[in-house]
């Protein structure tokens, strides 16, 4: 489903069928680095079969498409700037299909919009933040293997360093009114979501 959603995007911009392997093949190896441990091509899935659901709500559904496959493209724990260097990478592959410029503006900014999850003025990219944090809604086992596997994403880091950092994240979510901006992922996971990152900041402090 990854794969061929992502060909009948590109199908849509170009006919250049070595182009639409290669960027496909670039995405897929990417996604799946060994670093990686949760920033995979299952998440890109869990966002794709969440975001289908909500296909009827969504007015730029090839806009959210592209945010979905290159908004983690570039991923460094090392890192604060994975946003902007996913949102310029992303410009560049859509420029290379001659994707129109106000498309590539969008998906620019709904890729900047997953760093802070702040509330938008556009309803899809509200859409798309939601749908990257619906895993914090997850029952606990699901939200559990999430924070693992975020812990492993960060392994060069001691917890001295990471737990201090990881508690500021979860501790910004808490203190947000609302963790999710629309009315179907706010009714579907936000007690989940905040009885999940209490757990989880409570257990970082044992």
């Known amino acids: 489903m ?7 995007l590109l ?5 250049n069928d070595r182009l639409i392997h290669e960027l496909w093949t670039e995405v897929e190896t990417t996604y799946s680095g060994h670093e990686r441990k949760y920033h995979t091509l299952q998440h890109l899935e869990h966002l794709l ?20 496959y290159y908004h983690d493209v570039i ?3 090392s890192r604060s700037d994975n946003e902007e260097g996913s949102a310029d990478f992303a410009e560049k ?12 503006k969008r998906c620019k900014n709904q890729i900047l919009a997953t760093k802070l999850h702040l509330e938008s003025s556009d309803s899809d990219t509200n859409y798309f933040i939601d749908a990257d944090l619906s895993v914090l809604g997850q029952p606990w086992e699901v939200y559990s293997d999430y924070f693992k596997n ?23 979510f808490l203190a947000m009114e609302r963790i999710y901006k629309t009315d179907f992922f706010f009714t579907k996971f936000e007690r989940q ?8 900041l409570q257990w970082l402090n044992e």
């Not at 979501?193 to 989880?200: D, G, I, M, V």
């Open 2 to 8: 990854l794969k061929e959603t992502f060909i009948g």
């Open 11 to 15: 199908t849509n911009h170009t006919n």
């Open 49 to 68: 079969d969440v975001l289908t659901e909500l296909k009827d709500q969504i007015n730029d559904w090839n806009t959210i498409l592209f945010t979905l």
């Open 75 to 77: 991923y460094d724990a």
């Open 93 to 104: 592959r859509m420029q290379q299909l001659a994707v129109p410029n106000v498309t590539i």
């Open 150 to 172: 975020v812990r492993k994403e960060y392994i060069i880091y001691p917890d001295t360093v990471y737990k201090p950092g990881r508690k500021k994240v979860l501790q910004h």
């Open 193 to 200: 979501a905040k009885e999940n990152l209490q757990t989880e």
